[in-house]
């Protein structure tokens, strides 16, 4: 299982598949583990609302993922290399940030 933090408006403009902006700048689509969901909403998406949390089942996405230290972190994050097809999501949570606007799962 992996997990993609999208924006609620993006994903519910999309139809078969999802692309959030930032493919157009990165050329991937960022997910995380379980243990770096937090870690990862709160570096780019705090104080935001409108926030969903993706449970994706790798095993039926059909672009190809790749496993990758991009930025020095020392812990491979999955990437998603094309748009995602909807029926990979198992489930779909809308997260919430606390009064500092801070995710906490």
């Known amino acids: 299982m992996i997990y993609h933090i ?6 519910e403009n999309s139809e078969n598949y999802y692309c959030p902006l930032t493919f157009n700048t990165e050329g991937f689509i960022h997910c995380s583990t379980k243990e770096k969901i937090c870690e990862s909403a709160n570096k780019f998406f705090k104080g935001k609302s409108g926030i ?3 449970s994706i089942d790798e095993n039926k996405v059909t672009a190809e993922i790749k496993w ?3 930025y020095s972190f020392n812990y491979k994050f999955p990437h998603i290399y094309g748009k ?22």
């Open 84 to 105: 995602l097809n909807k029926d990979s999501v198992i489930s779909i949570t809308e997260i919430y940030s606390d009064t500092n606007g801070e995710f906490k799962l």
């Open 6 to 11: 999208a924006e609620k408006e993006e994903w």
């Open 68 to 70: 990758e230290d991009l």
């Open 52 to 54: 969903l949390l993706l």
